[in-house]
Every structure is written in structure tokens, then in C-alpha cells.
């Protein structure tokens, strides 16, 4: 009777011992004896105890890896730190585990050598640019050379590219430089058709009074209009100034310069002379 229920114990737990259970989106490997025996489904599995040992049990399921950032050296010779993140999974287990020693250090290190690779045949401003070209690069020649370690790389992603600090500082002020020249450039067209804009304003005027003297009747009273209109706003122009100013004008030397030059040269003496105040030759009017 004893040694029934012995060998009832025995049964049960060896029964308890072989039975593996695998949850979904999981594998396990199975070696008997020290060699690949078979691999096991998520469900219900049954191994022998002692002989049977599960060495490696592992995701099927889309992983994600992050490349930590390494420095690389551009086409152009700027050192830089560039980083990546690769979406992968397993499509066969037992390559996967026999055929590399750690498939995510070697994707990682696989990924890291062709990331310098694009980058090293890239000037450091086509980097930025081209980024998703060297997302399908690197996706291309992963995919090829992972195929063999039973794994498939869905995408990859390169997050970062950070040239260094001097680098950085230097680019800052290439910008602020371009950005300055480009200012100045418009700043100086800008004057450019204002002054053209002035001038060409001035043409259309001058012809305009031109204009008004032939067809007025008395082009003297426009000249002294005239006149008086700049002079009255170089006086509003000169108040509204922010510095101070202190002018000391002669009113009877300003009131005949006015004179001059309003004076009527058909009443004007020959060769533009003036003639004296009261005098035989003319007139003489003044303002």
C-alpha cells in the first residue's frame, strides 16, 4: 500500500513537472540533454522533467530599443551625438538564441556603426534635412543584416543630432551674421526706392509749378506762396527736433535774400542786376 501511494506521488508530480504553460506573445525553447529539443507555443506544453530544461523564454512581440547617443564625425568634419530609437521583433526564436549572444546589444551595435556610416557621407546641414533618408537607409541595411538572426526591424527613428557646443555657438553667429547682411541689404534697398520715390515726387512737382507759371497770370505771387510754404516747414521741422537749438538770424538780411530771390527778372535790370531803390531804371518793388 506504501509504496502505491509512493508511486502514485511519483506519477503526480511528474505529471505537475512536465506540464509548461506559455502566455500569449510568448515563446520558449526547450533543450533536452544540453541540445535544441523543439519550441514551445503560448497554451498548454508538455516537457520531460529532469531531461527537458527551458532555457530562453521571450517576447514576440514588437520591442523597443534605444541607441544611447554616440559621437560621429561628419562629411564636412564637425563632431556630433546622434541617437536612435529601433522598433523590432522576433520572428524566429531559435536563431534568435543560438545564432547571436545578445540580440538587442548586437542590433544596437549594429545600428550604431551604420548610423556613423550615413552620417560620415553627410555634410553637417544635410543631417538635419535628410533625417528621414537616413531613417530609410538605416531600416534598409538592418533589415537585410537581421534577417539572419531571426528577428525583423520595423522602424527606426534617429531622435537626436546635437553637434557640439562650440560648433553650436559658431552656427549662432554665422546666422545672426546672414540675418544682419539680409537686414541691411533691405534696409538698403529700401532707402534706395524711397530716395528714387523723393526724387521722382520732386520731378512730377517741379513739373507741375512749372505748369502752374505758364498758365498763371502772375507767377510771382506762386513763387512767394511757394517760398513761404518751405520756409514755414523747415521752421515746424527744426521745432519738432529733440535736440536743442538756439539760431541767431538777421531779419533784414533774410527779408532781402527773400527779396532776391522773388524779384520779377522782367523788372530786373540787364545782365540781372538789381537796380537801387528808387532809382531810374525800374520800379523797384519790394515784399
Known amino acids: 500500500m506504501i509504496y ?36 514551445l507555443k503560448p497554451g498548454l ?8 530544461t527551458i532555457v530562453w523564454e521571450a517576447t514576440t512581440r514588437e520591442q523597443v530599443l534605444d541607441v544611447p547617443p554616440q559621437k560621429a564625425i561628419t562629411k564636412d568634419n564637425v563632431s556630433l551625438e546622434a541617437d536612435a530609437v529601433i522598433f523590432w521583433k522576433i520572428l524566429d526564436l531559435e536563431s534568435a538564441y543560438y545564432k547571436v549572444d545578445d540580440i538587442e546589444r548586437a542590433i544596437a551595435d549594429l545600428a550604431l556603426t551604420m548610423l556613423r556610416s550615413s ?29 539572419k538572426w531571426g528577428v525583423e526591424v520595423t522602424r527606426v527613428e534617429v531622435k537626436d543630432i546635437k553637434p557640439a557646443k562650440t560648433v553650436l555657438d559658431s552656427l549662432e553667429k554665422e546666422r545672426a551674421a546672414v540675418s544682419e547682411k539680409r537686414a541691411a541689404i533691405l534696409e538698403a534697398e529700401g532707402k534706395k526706392q524711397a530716395a528714387i520715390s523723393e526724387a521722382e515726387g520732386t520731378v512730377e512737382a517741379l513739373r507741375l509749378i512749372a505748369r502752374a507759371l505758364e498758365n498763371h497770370g502772375n507767377s510771382r505771387e506762386v513763387l512767394q506762396y511757394l517760398v513761404a510754404q518751405r520756409y514755414v516747414d523747415g521752421n515746424y521741422r527744426l521745432s519738432e527736433s529733440p535736440n536743442s537749438k538756439i539760431l541767431f538770424m538777421d531779419p533784414k538780411a533774410l527779408n532781402e535774400a527773400l527779396e532776391e530771390l522773388l524779384r520779377d527778372p522782367a523788372r530786373g535790370g540787364g545782365g540781372g542786376t538789381n537796380p537801387p531803390p528808387g532809382g531810374a531804371g525800374g520800379n523797384g518793388s519790394s515784399v
Do not use: H, W
Open 119 to 147: 552620417i560620415g557621407q553627410m555634410e553637417l546641414e544635410a543631417t538635419y534635412a535628410s533625417r528621414a533618408e537616413i531613417n530609410r537607409e538605416l531600416l534598409a541595411q538592418l533589415a537585410v543584416s537581421t534577417r
Open 45 to 52: 506544453n508538455f516537457i520531460v522533467p529532469i531531461l527537458d
Open 4 to 39: 502505491i501511494a509512493v508511486l502514485c506521488l511519483l506519477i503526480l508530480g511528474y505529471i505537475v513537472g512536465s506540464v509548461t504553460i506559455i502566455n500569449e506573445g510568448y515563446q520558449a525553447l526547450v533543450e533536452r540533454l544540453g541540445r535544441y529539443k523543439r519550441t
